[in-house]
């Protein structure tokens, strides 16, 4: 494997950094947060935050897909509801680095993931985000809730942390942030052995076979938002024919295709 540094930090999934504030309390008007990340799970929570009025930002993964949710203060009356949640991307457990930007001034909030910029308005009259103790990265901080334990650390890699101007990365790199006791947090990005491979409607992966084998054996994993397609095709030595394996109307079918007996053609199909 492969070890990526530079401003780098990788979580295991247990793992949470917590950033605390000085005053123990953050009352902001204006927020801006940024960092870079890749990881090869769809679940985990990024980075959250909380206060004792019910104030709260948490930026999480679901079914690999970038989730916002915010509340700048609801009333007990429930005339005012501030929860706001916002989803953006898809894909996003590919193991490539993607960049996120969260700029927010009152209740106007840019949302920017990879360059795609999303504005919305957070639900509720209020203005400022009222934070208690700490912002933690990686996960949500352990308070023996059950509601806190039911969402996943992040695993995976996080680059250039920067909240509200303060250098995340580079204060847990000199050891001025204090991790949790659970997991363990380390500034290098250890890079897998696979790597996935995209193919558009044109193009193909052609691998050599290997004569004189009585076995063909395949194994991949595969993802697509296409009904149909060819994912592999074989021809077996000596014309004795062939194996096909594609997606139809959603479904993996294999059809194995042999020349020299009566009942010539098996067709099996699995999945939705």
């Known amino acids: 494997m492969n070890e990526y540094g530079a401003d780098v930090i990788n979580f295991d999934g247990h793992v949470v950094l917590p950033y605390r504030f000085r005053n123990k309390k953050m009352k902001t008007l204006k927020d801006v947060i940024s960092l870079k990340f890749k990881t090869s799970e769809s679940e985990g929570v990024i980075f959250h935050g909380e206060g004792q009025q019910g104030d709260y930002i948490t930026l999480e993964l679901k079914k690999a897909k970038l989730v916002l949710n915010l509340n700048l203060g609801s009333n007990q009356l429930g005339s005012i509801f501030g929860h706001t949640s916002v989803t953006t991307g898809s894909l996003l457990d590919d193991h490539h680095w993607h960049s996120i930007i969260i700029e927010r001034h009152g209740r106007n909030i840019n949302l920017t993931l990879d360059r795609h910029m999303q504005h919305f308005r957070t639900n509720g009259e209020f203005d400022y985000l009222d934070l208690d103790y700490e912002i933690t990265f990686g996960g949500m901080p352990f308070s023996g809730k059950p509601s806190s334990n039911s969402r996943k650390n992040?695993?995976?890699?996080?680059e250039s942390i920067?909240?509200?101007?303060?250098?995340?990365?580079?204060?847990?790199?000199?050891?001025?942030?204090?991790?949790?006791?659970?997991?363990?947090?380390?500034?290098?990005?250890?890079?897998?052995?696979t790597v996935p491979v995209f193919f558009n409607a044109t193009s193909y992966l052609e691998v050599p076979g290997r004569p004189s084998q009585d076995l063909f054996s395949v194994s991949f994993f595969f993802r697509t938002w296409n009904p149909n397609g060819l994912l592999l095709f074989s021809n077996f030595a000596d014309e004795l024919g062939n194996v096909e394996i594609d997606i139809n109307e959603g479904k993996v079918s294999v059809h194995i295709n042999v020349t020299q007996v009566k009942r010539n053609r098996i067709d099996i199909s699995s999945g939705n």
């Open 162 to 193: 920067n909240y509200n101007g303060n250098n995340i990365t580079d204060l847990a790199k000199r050891k001025k942030l204090e991790p949790s006791n659970v997991g363990n947090l380390s500034f290098s990005c250890v890079e897998p052995h």
């Open 154 to 158: 992040f695993k995976g890699c996080m």
